[in-house]
């Protein structure tokens, strides 16, 4: 694999897609592809790393390793644009405060932010970041 990485996530979430928005808009270089859980790539992915079939949020695959729950969101933002690289400092705090948090957000997102039918459709100009 090159030196991109790529981002699984929930393509019915709704905090999921605007989270990979979110990423887009702040990743100039084009570090990151993407590809849902749902689609046939996400589903070969997760099957080539043995992920159990449970998981249903943002995954990063990077240099062949998997990365999940907070350590994904922290590995993710170190390679933002700007101000954002900055969020990678939660770091310092301990993988279980910050899993545990992330759990507590993971459980809630469709109660909070809702969810789609489908998944979404990349535009014609990001087509190319989506695997």
């Known amino acids: 694999?090159?030196?991109?990485?790529?981002i699984l996530f929930d393509g019915v979430c709704n905090l999921c897609n605007t989270s990979v928005q979110f990423i887009i808009k702040h990743d100039q270089r084009?570090?990151?592809?993407?590809?849902?859980?749902?689609?046939?790539?996400?589903?070969a992915l997760a099957g080539?790393?043995?992920?159990?079939d449970d998981v249903d949020s943002i995954l990063l695959v990077e240099e062949g390793k998997v990365y999940t729950e907070?350590?994904?969101?922290?590995r993710i933002a170190r390679n933002l644009d700007g101000v954002w690289k900055l969020a990678a400092?939660?770091?310092?705090i301990p993988r279980p405060v910050r899993n545990t948090l992330y759990r507590y957000v993971a459980k809630n997102r469709y109660?909070?932010?809702?969810?789609?039918?489908?998944?979404?459709?990349?535009?014609p100009a990001l087509k190319e970041r989506f695997l």
């Open 48 to 52: 080539e790393h043995h992920l159990p």
């Open 30 to 43: 084009a570090y990151f592809k993407f590809a849902s859980l749902q689609s046939d790539f996400g589903v």
């Open 70 to 74: 907070s350590s994904a969101v922290v």
């Open 89 to 92: 400092a939660a770091w310092i």
């Open 1 to 6: 694999m090159n030196s991109k990485a790529i």
């Open 111 to 123: 109660r909070w932010f809702g969810r789609q039918n489908e998944c979404m459709l990349p535009s």
